[in-house]
């Protein structure tokens, strides 16, 4: 059974930056495509930034130059670190994991960009 569990976000001051992790169980994240998604209120889900096995990182127009996505084999854990936050990127921010079977996701943890 494949479990992500997403962490940190919060409250951030705009300017300022925080850095999410998602932990996977049951999968290696090293094997597998992984992407962080968010989803604003009223909105719908949307590709912040995908880590695949091989080839380059992708990130949304929105958040390139800002946003990076990363992977600790090791503690089988991958991490999207955010900088220069704006209030619209408050959000549910999501992980994802591509494995042949399904895809899967995490719980959501909620990002707040206010003063």
């Known amino acids: 059974q494949v479990q992500l569990v997403e962490s940190g976000g919060g409250l951030v001051q705009p300017g300022g930056s925080t850095r999410l992790s998602c932990t996977a169980s049951?999968?290696?994240?090293?094997?597998?495509?992984t992407a962080w998604y968010r989803q604003a209120p009223g909105k719908q889900r949307d590709l912040v930034a995908s880590s695949p096995t091989t080839g380059p990182q992708y990130y949304a127009e929105l958040v390139k130059g800002r946003f990076t996505i990363s992977r600790d084999n090791a503690k089988n854990t991958v991490y999207l670190q955010m900088n220069t936050l704006k209030p619209e990127d408050t959000a549910v921010y999501y992980c994802n994991l591509n494995r042949w079977d399904s895809i899967y996701w995490g719980q959501g943890t909620q990002v707040t960009v206010s003063s």
């Open positions: 049951g999968a290696s994240v090293s094997l597998y495509t």
